[in-house]
């Protein structure tokens, strides 16, 4: 691989993943609030998790700071290699304006820049959508400046969604009012969450009353979006919500002929699922296709 590809764990990206891709994977912390302990991807399941968060125990996120940013980036301005950082979008954390800083201290202390960031403007698998087109071209020998433009590419071309079936947790962070989620959880109304690629960040797009409708908005969304049928594989990921991840995949089957290979389960990373909570469903797809 001629560019090596860096990620944080706001993507669905393991430190054990990572290793089996030739991919750095930067940790980032979640606190409980019942002990004030830091937990990374792998010291609690993500099933463990998301029932802790059912059992009213809170939990919240911390910025990577610059000395971790540091210590990672500069093990390739010693070996001379080239790299992309793909950040959690900018939109919703300063993780990409803190990794710049880190990465201008390298280059003035080295000389010369091997490490280079891009802000996703996504989260979980949206970043790793776009990793994935910038590994097949890294693979290929590509270049820092083609593989910038196939993560370009493959942006304005992934479609980003977010079902929250709980508002209480956006409430906790901040992000609606008391009153909002209590009526919209009291009317059972699921608010439908794009994430907008040109400034990464998420923006309420339609609400659906009732929890047996989402399968079915899903496809009516993926129809409309893709005039047809989306381009595979669809990631979907959930926090502890299997049933309905798993009716939206089954929908997707029947309506669009896709095989079981054609997609990706898995539970939502925690530091993102963190901020949705329980039951919160996200869904993932390319419109067209990428040319690598």
Do not use: W
Not at 55 to 75: D, P, R
């Amino acid at each position: 691989m001629s560019v090596k590809i860096i990620v944080d764990t706001a993507s669905q990206y393991t430190k054990e993943i990572g290793e089996k891709n030739g991919i750095t994977v930067i940790p980032m912390p979640v606190i409980s609030e019942k002990d004030n302990k830091e937990y990374f991807t792998g010291d609690i399941t993500a099933q463990q998790f998301y029932e802790n968060m059912l059992n009213k125990q809170v939990y919240t996120t911390a910025q990577v700071g610059i000395s971790t940013y540091l210590k990672y980036f500069e093990e390739f301005y010693k070996n001379k290699q080239e790299a992309i950082y793909f950040s959690l979008s900018s939109g919703l954390s300063s993780t990409y304006d803190t990794s710049l800083m880190a990465i201008n201290e390298l280059n003035e202390k080295y000389k010369k820049q091997y490490v280079y960031s891009y802000d996703s403007k996504m989260a979980t698998a949206g970043i790793d959508l776009v990793v994935s087109k910038v590994l097949n071209g890294a693979n290929n020998g590509m270049t820092i400046e083609q593989l910038i433009k196939i993560a370009d590419d493959t942006l304005t071309k992934i479609c980003a969604y977010l079902a929250v079936t709980d508002l209480e947790y956006l409430y906790r962070g901040g992000r609606i009012s008391k009153t909002t989620a209590f009526v919209a959880n009291a009317l059972s109304l699921k608010p439908i969450i794009e994430m907008n690629i040109s400034i990464g960040k998420l923006h309420m797009t339609d609400k659906v009353r009732g929890y047996k409708k989402l399968a079915k908005y899903f496809v009516e969304k993926a129809q409309s979006d893709c005039n047809g049928a989306p381009v595979a594989p669809i990631y979907l990921c959930n926090c502890l919500d299997t049933e309905l991840i798993y009716e939206i995949k089954d929908k997707f089957m029947s309506e669009f002929g896709f095989k079981d290979s054609d997609f990706i389960v898995d539970s939502t990373c925690i530091i993102i699922g963190c901020h949705t909570g329980p039951g919160s469903v996200y869904v993932f797809y390319l419109k067209e296709e990428v040319g690598i």
